[in-house]
């Protein structure tokens, strides 16, 4: 019996979701710029107001927790004002924030865009990337393991900031391996965590050329890489690579299955900050809660199409995908 998308949105609301990973602050900066700088041909912002949004692993939870669900947010930031203005943003999205330490060794991450007259002019970033240090290692590794036996499924947002060390990976993959849970994982360097056996990966087209060793393409990307689906499966060691491709949807990879696009809605660019941590964040609550993968594919691009209709980096929420799901959406397309 197929049942409707709904049910599962139902479901996933009694789900505990560990998201360990960088979390960071973003933050947008809006003026507006009607003449050039003296010193240099560049454009003068009056900047008129700022708003901070949760980045990163931060907004994976805000997510997990605006679809729903209870995340239990694992990470280390600085001890200083962006992460306090981070741990008030996450506040506000009914995140806890306990088991955030803040390190005065570290500097939280921060990304602060420049938008003028509803242009993105620049992004300014900052913030601690080294790896952690081995006490605090050692610290963030009893948490995770804690934490661990308290969660339904597992999100790693890693951006390569230093928290998700090699010996956090491979505690990560020693406990994956004893008490399976479902396990998603979006970061930068994927062949990194092959020993984790996750139950689906996200890599964007760059992250999948890189791993292939393929050119940029402007054409057919889904042809680009169907061929290689099986080499993205190995390097990754998931049991499901969902390459997201923005204008042309996402592309699902499955062992033992034939693969499936997914098309969806394009959206202007400066909208799609953090789209991915709303993908990544309702796919996971879907498998967890038994969801073929074609329909966690489709609930999953339904959350990201809420998200990137709003400026900024926003998330998604069970009553918006609730509505949303009323409306019939793309066919997978066959391959």
Known sequence: MTLPLSHYLEVWQSCTVLVVGDVMLDSYLHGTADRLCQEAPVPVVAIAHQQDYPGGAANVAANVRGLGANPLLLSVMGADVAGERLRSRLQQHQVATDNLTAHPARSTLAKQRIVANDHLLARLDQGSTETLAQDLELQFIRQLTELF???DAVIISDYSYGILTPQVIRTLASLQQQYPRPFVIDAKNLPSYQSVRATAVKPNYAETRKLLNLPALEGDRVQQILPHADTLLHLTGADRVAVTLDRDGVLMLERDRPARHFPTRPAPSHHTSGAGDTFISALTLALATHAPT??????????????????????????????????????????
């Open 149 to 151: 036996f308290e969660c």
């Open 294 to 335: 074609a329909t966690a594919t489709e609930l999953a691009l339904a959350a990201t199409a809420i998200a990137v209709s709003q400026p900024g980096t926003t998330v998604s929420t069970a009553a918006a995908l609730q509505s949303a799901l009323a409306t019939p959406t793309p066919s997978p397309l066959p391959l």
